[in-house]
């Protein structure tokens, strides 16, 4: 079922609101977590959307008697407005207008606030305290989740198939892993450490998943203690034959519902216990401090680990984007061909028919699964929304005259990929053209940036940016994020913006590098490559590109080219040529041999 399918979005507030009666509240806050405070939640867990309407994948909304204020970022103020308006919700930028401050604003002395303890981080509890404390405002946990009292149709919890993922593939053993984690604890002084990332969770046990859409992993908690041994809480119906008998003796397992009971039992005011203060339930910080336990609030010493890839992985994400790169040829083959004879015929290419094309593709491709996150194939000014997703409703076409951007990505057998291009069927504007130019200069500027150990994403930011910021342009999103090997495509900790990230980039780390440019109304145009970080003969740190595909050259102004950017253009385009020519059909190779030809010769010297 749809989660859409049930009243209207006025009725789900009046109904939601009512409840909010019922449990003495002043005003209630709806993020878009679940349990684990992850990017991509189950069907299950789309609260936020089923309650306003709004389907991006950051945001939290904030309920009063009389307002419903949500929050939002850059990436989906369009959206936003396209998908809640007309409902009486006020819609504010997540980071200029944060929400605990807007509430601070309004409440009044007295006011309780409910949450729901599994679904709030305690970084982000202490931020409501901070602000609502001096105002005489309470933060207040809720006895269960008030949406799903509401929600009558609620799908039910994912059941995805766990199964094991091979050691050929992982490249480390879950017990090296374990012999890790214990010296980063004893380092620490901890006695326990708790896991609530599904990700983390599915790399240190050798295991993938499939509760949630495009990301492979179950939905799971563990803990370790400083014996070694290890409680995993995981629904056990959903192994693959022989995954229980695969798992070390170390790994004891349980029930999901167990979780918090069981850590209420076992902890003790002696226990020293590591959570991540960002990417856990505050639920658990609050049950520490009831059994007079000590927290130790820090990044999972898991994610940062799991950020450096070891040499298998990295071997897995190399080939997995020479298929990747195969499937992003015969893709723009098929609509540099197709675009101009379906418009001849009156029956324009559709975007969601460019959706099913790049991954008709991808599934040709050798060690393919699954998409990595949902395609977006945005025509026009469709491109301008960061997160666009084409609905068959409303879609775009793609016309010749027209411009048209893909991001997409897919999961295979030895890794994650995602790329963006943008195409173009004929002449643009000169804005555009030169909107292209300087992001594509912005591309290059940090593609081909060298720089010392201790550097971090946030310094980074800058250099991607001068090309455009130089031209009074901008975009409002991050430069770059990490991604992982068959897991999240959207990875933690590294990541290139300008929030500051105090997480040291290391040889090992891969990060996508993706400027852009959006104008509403008109049009969106982005870049973006995967890049892994190799350490070269000095000692300096530099990117190396993962992504194979074809950047279209009759956009740019190449008058405006330096002949270094020129000459790694014609690089690349030589690598892509030589490594894809012989992996495509005939047709997509004669379209690889022009889209690789070369702009040197085109290009004025300058």
């Known amino acids: 079922m749809n989660v859409f399918d049930l009243p209207s979005i006025a009725a789900r507030l009046a109904a939601l609101r009512q409840e909010m009666t019922n449990c003495g509240l002043d005003a209630l806050i709806v993020p878009r977590f679940d349990a684990h405070q992850g990017e991509y939640i189950a069907p299950h867990d789309e609260r936020l959307a089923y309650l306003t309407g709004f389907t991006g994948s950051a945001g939290v909304a904030i ?16 959206q936003a407005a396209r998908q809640c308006g007309g409902h009486g919700i006020e819609r504010l930028h997540l980071h200029t207008q944060p929400p605990e401050h807007w509430l601070a604003e309004i409440a009044l002395p007295g006011w309780r606030v409910g949450y729901d303890a599994m679904l709030l981080p305690p970084a982000w509890l202490a931020r409501y305290d901070a602000a609502l404390i001096p105002v005489a405002v309470r933060m207040v946990m809720t006895e269960g989740n008030l949406v799903d009292r509401i929600w009558t149709h609620q799908p039910a919890p994912p059941q995805g198939r766990i199964s094991s993922f091979p050691l050929q593939f992982a490249g480390r053993s879950t017990l090296e892993k374990r012999d890790w984690l214990l010296g980063e604890m004893a380092r620490i002084g901890a006695s326990h450490h708790v896991e609530t990332q599904p990700d983390n969770i599915a790399w240190f046990l050798n295991v993938r998943g499939d ?10 908690f563990l803990t370790l203690g400083r014996d070694g041994m290890a409680n995993w809480f995981v629904d056990r119906t959903k192994f693959e034959e022989g995954l229980a008998d695969s798992l070390p003796d170390w790994v004891h397992v349980h029930p999901m519902p167990a979780f ?10 002696a226990d020293r216990i590591a959570i991540d203060p960002d990417f856990s339930p505050v639920a658990v910080s609050l049950l520490i401090n009831e059994a007079g336990a000590s927290v130790i609030a820090r990044p999972s010493a898991m994610t940062l680990e799991k950020a450096v890839k070891n040499r298998t992985e990295l071997e897995g994400l190399r080939d997995c984007h020479v298929a990747d790169g195969a499937a992003w040829v015969e893709f723009g083959a098929w609509l540099s061909r197709m675009v101009p004879e379906r418009a001849k015929a009156g029956h324009p290419i559709t975007e969601l028919e460019a959706e099913d094309a790049i991954l008709a593709f991808r599934q040709q491709q050798p060690g393919f699964l699954s998409e990595s996150f949902r395609t977006i194939s945005a025509a026009g000014s469709n491109a301008a929304m960061c997160h666009y997703s084409a609905d068959p409703a409303t879609q775009g076409r793609i016309a010749p005259e027209g411009t048209y951007l893909l991001d997409s990505g897919g999961q295979y057998l030895t890794g994650t990929t995602d790329a963006t291009r943008s195409y173009a069927f004929g002449p643009v504007s000169p804005q555009y053209r030169r909107a292209y130019t300087a992001v594509f200069q912005a591309f290059h500027a940090l593609a081909t940036a060298r720089f010392p150990r201790g550097t971090q994403g946030h310094h980074l930011d800058a250099i991607c940016r001068r090309p455009l910021w130089d031209l009074g342009l901008d975009y409002d999103h991050g430069t770059g994020h990490g991604i992982g090997h068959r897991l999240s495509v959207h990875e933690q900790p590294q990541r290139i913006g300008r929030p500051y990230n105090p997480v040291d980039l290391q040889p090992g780390m891969v990060l996508s590098i993706e400027p852009g440019h959006y104008v509403a109304g008109e049009y969106g145009i982005r870049i973006e490559n995967l890049f892994e970080i190799r350490e070269a003969e000095d000692g300096f740190l530099e990117f190396q590109t993962l992504t194979l595909a074809p950047i279209q050259t009759d956009m740019f102004d190449l008058s405006s080219l330096t002949r270094t950017e020129i000459d790694w253009l014609d690089t690349y385009h030589a690598r892509v040529r030589s490594t894809l020519e012989a992996r495509v059909s005939k047709d997509a190779r004669a379209w690889l041999l022009a889209a690789c030809s070369g702009v040197s010769a085109e290009a004025p010297p300058r």
């Open 63 to 78: 309920l009063t008697h009389d307002r419903t204020a949500l929050f939002v970022d850059g990436r989906y103020t369009v």
């Open 211 to 220: 509760d949630v859409r495009f990301n492979p992993m179950p939905q799971s």
């Open 260 to 269: 918090l009971p069981l850590l209420r039992e076992r902890f003790s005011s």
